[in-house]
């Protein structure tokens, strides 16, 4: 007999489900009508929400839109201003209290710079990662008073500190808050509050990071002052850095600000946002002309993916490991000499932070396979280990959740007996709302649904991680637990060229709520596969075509090597991207996603088995067969109630449910499942 666990290894795939949009080809072809998209892209539109020819007008010409004033949006705006414009009249000290993440750092440089320039006597301050944590505190207020400070301006923060604003008005100063984060139950007793999720739902400003609110602040002041001339542009640079940093949703207004912002960025006059460029080797694109005004045809422009993997990184690891004022030294001076030295500290701290995530991950996968865990039980992964810098671990959570596609909790222990960590989560669950079911065992948290941060005694961790366990159960699914895969409309190979890829260009910028388009192409073959890098996988795909010819492409699957070798036959989920050598562009895929060719699973198919038997397991009937793969063999064991457990050769996670399409992932090396194969195989006589 021969055991599970000692089959030669097979390929392995990622664990995924995939969710493809229904296609809707008449309004298909009206909208790429109205438009001149084409059809495929004209699909990705109805996926979006755009149901008619204007809508879809509108949002490929954001500029169009008439936007309501800020003024009449933010019910405190009007106030804020009067009180800054009396400040800087007064010549009253004025402090800024920010954060220490991209988002945090840009908004405090962005009113630092815009306050400077309207006359006004400003410093500020962020709080200490390591021995503070986020937002405003008690000491920094009491500082801010002993210096002579009138008014406290909060950034990216604030909207949950009631007692640090109640100590700020006690003193007598003057506080305007400006966030983005969920509302509390009860809001600070600031003078003024701007924060998004405060105005009405359907507002074109709801989405706004903070360093949104921050531009919306410093535009209407200087509109009051009189001196919106030479500022509004260099802000602009800031509000798109940052709020792409941060993962805004690329909707509303932020979709129109970004959409100039993207093309003004590569000839910033800030020599910090240059400088970053230069050293993060950020190239900017030709940008295709569809729906570009023709003054501004064949425009350079960044695209939102060089904010969010280049630029923005670098900035955030400062914030994560070092110190922030590096950043605020780099994105307020106009000295290109200062701004590089600035720029390469970026550069040489984010160096750091790639080898602590790189090891941290390693440290924490380690744990995760060693501990055996039943994730399908606990349906969230909670992982607490000493000697991790907890200013990467949220990083290393998000990784996480893409490799096992539960809601994961990760922290590190403090020397005063605490934890602190980090919360990445899946669509279907909450992570703010988890963290107050779990109030009453934490210290400080916060966050929204899809991140957030917590801290909490090390004694409640066992009580922590059942709580969070209870409340996933609340909420998901068994079928949730796989990473979701969303796709767009099927393209093959032979139909991805140039002027579709520049046609792309019309729906950017792209990211949170406007994602990227997603295609899928079906049973390629994978005829070169090889890892490069940073255990990265590059492959090429060949498709056969109906007049019998073949379509090539080369691809990249970032962070795959695991799954090296792929199998020879796969349908494939991608990305289109370019690659840019020598003067030439080539037309490439990223893929996110892979999974064996449809007609291969598909049980409506009739497939010879190489053997069957029937067996009998704790005094019950089961029957099972063996299948030929492409990738191998496979045994499926029915049981009296009607599932099937299916495991391939060598792997350790098996499938169980009554179809492929809803079956759970489970971990056959669990007790159960590993003394049932057994069996099977024996009455196989394997």
């Given at each position: 007999?021969?055991?599970?666990?000692?089959?030669?290894?097979?390929?392995?795939?990622?664990?995924?489900?995939?969710?493809?949009?229904?296609?809707?080809?008449?309004?298909?072809?009206?909208?790429?009508d109205?438009?001149?998209?084409?059809?495929?892209?004209?699909q990705?539109?109805?996926?979006?929400?755009?149901?008619?020819?204007?809508?879809?007008?509108?949002?490929?010409?954001p500029?169009?839109?008439v936007?309501?004033?800020?003024?009449?949006?933010?019910?405190d705006?009007?106030?804020s201003v009067?009180?800054?414009?009396?400040?800087?009249?007064?010549?009253?000290?004025?402090?800024?209290?920010?954060?220490y993440?991209?988002?945090?750092?840009?908004?405090?440089?962005?009113?630092?710079?815009?306050?400077?320039?309207?006359g006004?006597e400003?410093?500020?301050a962020?709080?200490?990662?390591?021995?503070?944590?986020?937002g405003?505190?008690i000491?920094?207020?009491?500082?801010?008073?002993?210096?002579?400070?009138?008014i406290?301006?909060?950034?990216?923060?604030?909207?949950?500190?009631?007692e640090?604003v109640?100590?700020?008005r006690?003193?007598?100063?003057?506080?305007?808050?400006?966030?983005?984060?969920?509302?509390?139950?009860?809001?600070?007793?600031?003078?003024?509050?701007?924060?998004?999720?405060?105005?009405?739902?359907?507002?074109?400003?709801?989405?706004?990071?903070?360093?949104?609110?921050?531009y919306?602040?410093?535009?209407?002041?200087?509109?009051?002052l009189?001196?919106?001339?030479?500022?509004?542009?260099?802000?602009?640079?800031?509000?798109?850095?940052?709020?792409?940093?941060d993962?805004?949703?690329?909707?509303?207004?932020?979709?129109?600000?970004?959409k100039?912002?993207?093309?003004?960025?590569?000839?910033?006059?800030?020599?910090?946002?240059?400088?970053?460029?230069?050293?993060?080797?950020?190239?900017?694109?030709?940008?295709?002309?569809?729906?570009?005004k023709?003054?501004?045809?064949?425009?350079?422009?960044?695209?939102?993916?060089?904010i969010?993997?280049?630029?923005?990184p670098?900035?955030?690891?400062?914030g994560?490991?070092?110190?922030?004022q590096i950043?605020?030294?780099?994105?307020?001076?106009d000295?290109?000499?200062?701004?590089?030295?600035?720029?390469?500290?970026?550069?040489?701290?984010?160096?750091?932070?790639?080898?602590?995530?790189?090891?941290?991950?390693?440290?924490?996968?380690e744990?995760?396979?060693?501990?055996?865990?039943?994730?399908?039980?606990?349906?969230?992964?909670?992982?607490?280990?000493?000697?991790?810098?907890?200013?990467?671990?949220g990083?290393?959570?998000?990784?996480?959740?893409?490799r096992?596609?539960?809601?994961?909790?990760?922290?590190?222990?403090?020397d005063?007996?605490?934890?602190?960590?980090?919360?990445?989560?899946?669509?279907e669950?909450?992570?703010?709302?988890?963290?107050?079911?779990?109030?009453?065992?934490?210290?400080?948290?916060?966050?929204?649904?899809?991140a957030?941060?917590f801290?909490?005694?090390?004694?409640?961790?066992?009580?922590f991680?059942?709580?969070?366990?209870?409340?996933?159960?609340?909420?998901?699914?068994?079928?949730?637990?796989?990473?979701?895969v969303?796709i767009?409309?099927?393209?093959?190979?032979?139909?991805?060229?140039?002027?579709?890829?520049r046609?792309?260009?019309?729906?950017?910028?792209?990211?949170?709520?406007?994602?990227?388009?997603?295609?899928?192409?079906?049973?390629?073959?994978?005829?070169?596969?090889?890892?490069v890098?940073?255990?990265?996988?590059?492959v090429?795909?060949?498709?056969?075509?109906?007049?019998g010819?073949?379509?090539?492409?080369?691809?990249?699957?970032?962070?795959?090597?695991?799954?090296?070798?792929?199998?020879?036959?796969?349908?494939?989920?991608?990305?289109?991207?370019?690659?840019?050598?020598?003067?030439?562009?080539?037309?490439?895929?990223?893929?996110?996603?892979?999974?064996?060719?449809?007609?291969?699973?598909?049980?409506?198919?009739?497939?010879?088995?190489?053997?069957?038997?029937?067996?009998?397991?704790?005094?019950?009937?089961?029957?099972?067969a063996?299948?030929?793969?492409?990738?191998?063999?496979?045994?499926?064991?029915?049981?009296?109630q009607?599932?099937?457990?299916?495991?391939?050769?060598?792997?350790?996670?098996?499938?169980?449910?009554?179809?492929?399409?809803?079956?759970?992932p489970?971990?056959?090396?669990?007790?159960?499942?590993?003394?049932?194969i057994?069996?099977a195989?024996?009455?196989l006589?394997?």
């Amino acid at each position: 007999m021969l055991d599970p666990s000692g089959f030669s290894p097979p390929h392995r795939l990622p664990l995924q489900r995939w969710q493809i949009f229904s296609q809707q080809p008449d309004l298909c072809v009206q909208l790429a009508d109205a438009t001149g998209l084409s059809a495929v892209l004209a699909q990705v539109l109805i996926n979006r929400g755009l149901k008619n020819p204007t809508e879809a007008q509108f949002y490929l010409n954001p500029d169009s839109i008439v936007l309501p004033s800020p003024i009449d949006e933010f019910p405190d705006l009007q106030k804020s201003v009067d009180l800054l414009v009396q400040a800087i009249s007064l010549k009253q000290k004025i402090a800024i209290c920010g954060d220490y993440d991209a988002d945090g750092m840009t908004s405090t440089s962005l009113l630092l710079r815009a306050l400077r320039w309207l006359g006004a006597e400003v410093d500020y301050a962020i709080p200490s990662r390591m021995s503070e944590g986020y937002g405003i505190n008690i000491r920094i207020v009491e500082e801010f008073h002993r210096e002579g400070v009138e008014i406290v301006l909060t950034v990216d923060n604030g909207i949950s500190a009631y007692e640090p604003v109640f100590r700020a008005r006690e003193l007598g100063l003057k506080v305007i808050v400006t966030d983005h984060h969920d509302i509390p139950d009860k809001l600070p007793p600031a003078d003024a509050i701007l924060n998004p999720k405060l105005i009405r739902e359907d507002s074109p400003y709801r989405g706004v990071a903070g360093v949104g609110v921050a531009y919306i602040l410093a535009v209407c002041l200087a509109q009051k002052l009189g001196k919106t001339q030479g500022l509004i542009t260099p802000l602009r640079s800031l509000m798109t850095l940052g709020t792409i940093a941060d993962l805004a949703p690329l909707t509303g207004v932020n979709r129109r600000w970004l959409k100039l912002g993207l093309r003004q960025l590569p000839t910033s006059e800030l020599a910090g946002i240059q400088a970053l460029i230069q050293v993060a080797g950020v190239k900017a694109r030709e940008q295709g002309n569809f729906y570009i005004k023709q003054e501004n045809k064949n425009t350079k422009s960044l695209k939102p993916e060089d904010i969010g993997f280049r630029l923005g990184p670098r900035i955030n690891a400062v914030g994560r490991i070092g110190d922030p004022q590096i950043v605020i030294d780099l994105l307020t001076t106009d000295d290109m000499g200062l701004a590089l030295e600035k720029a390469m500290q970026c550069e040489q701290i984010n160096q750091r932070r790639q080898q602590l995530c790189k090891q941290i991950e390693k440290e924490a996968v380690e744990w995760v396979e060693n501990s055996q865990i039943n994730l399908l039980e606990k349906r969230v992964l909670v992982v607490v280990q000493p000697n991790w810098h907890h200013g990467v671990i949220g990083i290393v959570a998000s990784r996480l959740v893409e490799r096992y596609g539960v809601p994961v909790f990760i922290g590190t222990y403090e020397d005063s007996g605490h934890i602190r960590g980090s919360a990445r989560s899946i669509p279907e669950f909450h992570v703010f709302e988890a963290l107050q079911f779990c109030d009453d065992l934490l210290g400080k948290y916060g966050g929204h649904r899809a991140a957030g941060g917590f801290s909490l005694k090390a004694e409640n961790l066992q009580a922590f991680s059942d709580r969070l366990s209870v409340f996933a159960h609340r909420c998901l699914e068994p079928a949730h637990l796989k990473p979701l895969v969303q796709i767009d409309a099927e393209l093959n190979l032979d139909e991805i060229n140039l002027d579709l890829y520049r046609q792309i260009d019309a729906l950017h910028p792209c990211g949170i709520e406007n994602s990227e388009p997603v295609f899928w192409v079906s049973n390629v073959r994978v005829v070169e596969q090889k890892i490069v890098g940073e255990n990265h996988l590059k492959v090429t795909l060949s498709q056969q075509l109906k007049n019998g010819g073949y379509a090539r492409i080369q691809a990249m699957a970032w962070r795959w090597g695991e799954y090296f070798p792929l199998p020879v036959r796969l349908d494939v989920a991608y990305r289109l991207t370019e690659n840019n050598w020598q003067g030439n562009t080539n037309l490439e895929i990223e893929i996110i996603g892979v999974r064996l060719p449809q007609e291969q699973t598909d049980q409506s198919v009739p497939v010879a088995a190489l053997a069957k038997a029937e067996f009998y397991y704790e005094n019950q009937k089961y029957n099972c067969a063996l299948y030929a793969k492409n990738s191998g063999q496979e045994i499926r064991i029915k049981t009296p109630q009607g599932q099937v457990l299916a495991i391939e050769k060598g792997q350790k996670i098996g499938i169980f449910g009554t179809n492929r399409e809803t079956a759970l992932p489970v971990d056959v090396r669990q007790k159960q499942f590993f003394n049932l194969i057994k069996s099977a195989m024996a009455a196989l006589q394997m």
